[in-house]
């Protein structure tokens, strides 16, 4: 069959070269350093917080369970976390990935932290966490870059060094999501997996955008041939109806703040709106295309190409607009965490930048 539109997305983003820029972090008595990741001192299986809301394995539960993570059943102080993880049949390993728990047997109650970030060999990890205060040891949040090598630590962590173990609960790696538009007859597919069965998802569909986070799970907005944008929430979510007279749509989403969605109009101009039920904000005139990326760090960033080729960026839904590049004929964008923002531009003259 013939295919018009492909995507493919995964929820894990693959790690990055460098090490993270500004990374490292401590606060005392708060959660400042880890409060872009919705974590505010909540209470997470069952693991208890001290009277500033911290502790390093309530951090990490939470962390676990944003991602949709079952609780395998109280593993205890932290130092006791890599045997107990072992009978709760959980792999625990000396070698790092994102979304697994850095684990520390030093102390009396040991540590664990999160891997937020793994460098491509594997000798680099950037980790977030808190912890409880105890007599000598203040209640406190962090973000430390570790090395292998056992020299070059920044952040709380430096001192304790290399984590003694890593534990895996699984999901570290998402599915992969294919979305098909079949040009015969406009109609939209799904499937996870490559070797997955395809979901007939919805008919007469001109152009798909789609989203995914490791919290709120698959979002997919639907220009119709009429014009029509739609938006559904997960593989079986029902279709909400969300605007008219669109052209062009981009969608993203992430763990803290779930979806946005960029449609530019028929008429060129750019409107924005956060969550399937917020409301629309107009953004811009005389856009010609638009690629929105957001990550639970930075939040949004909205790219847009004028339709004089001009290429204009802005973070964040009420940002100012900034110019960026003149002559562009096509435009992409992407956001992690730890990196930030990246754009690629295809210029009039097809010189890639």
């Known amino acids: ?4 539109g492909l995507l493919m997305l995964s929820a894990v983003a693959p790690a990055a070269q460098a090490a993270p820029s500004g990374w490292a972090c401590y606060s005392l008595g708060d959660q400042a350093c880890v409060s872009d990741y919705g974590y505010a001192g909540q209470t997470t299986w069952g693991y208890e917080v001290d009277d500033h809301g911290n502790n390093c394995t309530t ?3 939470f962390r676990l369970s944003q991602r949709g993570v079952e609780n395998p059943g109280n593993l205890g102080n932290a130092i006791d976390w890599d045997e107990n993880a072992r009978v709760a049949g959980l792999s625990v390993s000396p070698v790092p990935s994102v979304g697994a728990v850095a684990q520390w047997n030093t102390g009396t109650y040991g540590h664990v932290a999160y891997v937020d970030w793994v460098s491509t060999d594997g000798t680099q990890i950037a980790v977030s966490e808190t912890g409880y205060g105890v007599p000598g040891i203040p ?16 952040g709380p962590d430096a001192s304790a060094g290399w984590p003694d173990n890593f534990i895996h609960f699984g999901g570290e790696q998402a599915r992969p999501l294919v979305i098909a538009r079949i040009t015969k007859k406009n109609v939209l597919w799904a499937k996870t997996n490559l070797d997955g069965k395809w979901k007939k998802l919805k ?5 798909a955008s789609v989203a995914t986070d490791s919290v709120n799970g698959l979002y997919v907005i639907a220009r119709g041939t009429d014009g029509v944008l ?6 079986n979510g029902g279709w909400n109806k969300l605007k008219h007279n669109v052209a062009q749509v981009s969608a993203t989403s992430d763990p803290v703040n ?10 060129g101009v750019l409107w924005g709106k956060h969550k399937m039920n917020g409301g629309w904000n107009k953004l811009k005139h005389n856009v010609a295309q638009v690629s929105a990326t957001s990550d639970p760090v930075n939040g949004l960033y909205v790219i847009a190409r004028g339709t004089d080729r001009v290429l204009w960026g802005k973070h964040k839904m009420n940002g100012g607009w900034n110019k960026l590049k003149h002559n562009v004929a096509q435009v992409s964008a992407t956001s992690d965490p730890v990196n930030g923002l990246y754009v690629i531009a295809r210029g009039t003259d097809r010189v890639l930048w």
């Open 230 to 235: 739609w938006g559904k929430h997960k593989m």
């Open 1 to 4: 069959m013939v295919v018009a």
């Open 59 to 61: 951090y990490v539960a």
């Open 203 to 207: 008919h007469n569909v001109a152009e």
């Open 139 to 154: 209640s406190m949040s962090g973000r430390s870059v570790l090395n292998k090598s056992g020299s070059g630590h920044s």
């Open 258 to 267: 779930g979806l946005y969605v960029i449609a530019r109009g028929t008429d």
